[in-house]
């Protein structure tokens, strides 16, 4: 959604749409199915789900899937920012992040760490060090990562191409 008229307040907005009803809705924990779509307008839905040990659709995404996403990604965009202000000409960048969550006992449970793990390639050797910095301006900066609270770490790999 854009921009409101305050400086720096954002607004969102998404329609989230139960589809597992099997006929009788709720009517027992075995009965229904976890089928979520997300739909934000003008945009791609997600065919979403519970998690596969909460009797979702394993080839469905699922909340826990979507976080680790939304962390994984606004940390990529908050580095690419810092790198060009850095001066660093980023060439390549992929993240294999993961995340823990656990469960509480009572039906409940929250995450407790997510590592990142960005390798990063830059365009000359004399960028490395400053790569490297940037990862700590892009954790400031990064909004998702900041509405947490839990740890997001980070271990980035940076290289330079080779010609």
């Given at each position: 959604?854009?921009?409101?008229?305050?400086?720096?307040?954002?607004?969102?907005?998404?329609?989230?749409?139960?589809?597992?009803?099997?006929?009788?809705?709720?009517?027992?924990?075995?009965?229904?199915?976890?089928?979520?779509?997300?739909?934000?307008?003008?945009?791609?839905?997600?065919?979403?789900?519970?998690?596969?040990?909460?009797?979702?659709?394993?080839s469905r995404w699922?909340?826990?899937?979507?976080?680790?996403?939304?962390?994984?990604?606004?940390?990529?965009?908050?580095?690419?920012?810092?790198?060009?202000?850095?001066?660093?000409?980023?060439?390549?960048?992929?993240?294999?992040?993961?995340?823990?969550?656990?469960?509480?006992?009572?039906?409940?449970?929250?995450?407790?760490?997510?590592?990142?793990?960005?390798?990063?390639?830059?365009?000359?050797?004399?960028?490395?060090?400053?790569?490297?910095?940037?990862?700590?301006?892009?954790r400031d900066w990064?909004?998702?990562?900041?509405?947490?609270?839990?740890?997001?770490?980070?271990?980035?790999t940076v290289t330079?191409?080779?010609?």
């Amino acid at each position: 959604m854009a921009n409101s008229a305050a400086l720096g307040e954002h607004h969102y907005a998404l329609t989230s749409t139960w589809t597992g009803n099997s006929g009788s809705g709720t009517s027992g924990y075995r009965d229904y199915r976890r089928d979520v779509t997300l739909e934000v307008e003008g945009k791609p839905d997600i065919l979403a789900s519970s998690d596969k040990p909460f009797r979702g659709d394993p080839s469905r995404w699922n909340p826990e899937d979507l976080l680790l996403a939304s962390l994984s990604e606004c940390h990529l965009l908050s580095y690419l920012h810092a790198c060009v202000t850095a001066g660093v000409v980023v060439v390549s960048y992929r993240d294999t992040a993961t995340g823990m969550m656990r469960e509480n006992g009572a039906g409940g449970g929250a995450f407790v760490e997510v590592m990142l793990r960005p390798q990063v390639v830059v365009e000359d050797p004399s960028m490395i060090e400053a790569a490297e910095r940037a990862h700590a301006q892009a954790r400031d900066w990064c909004f998702i990562a900041n509405s947490m609270n839990f740890p997001v770490r980070h271990e980035a790999t940076v290289t330079a191409q080779t010609r």
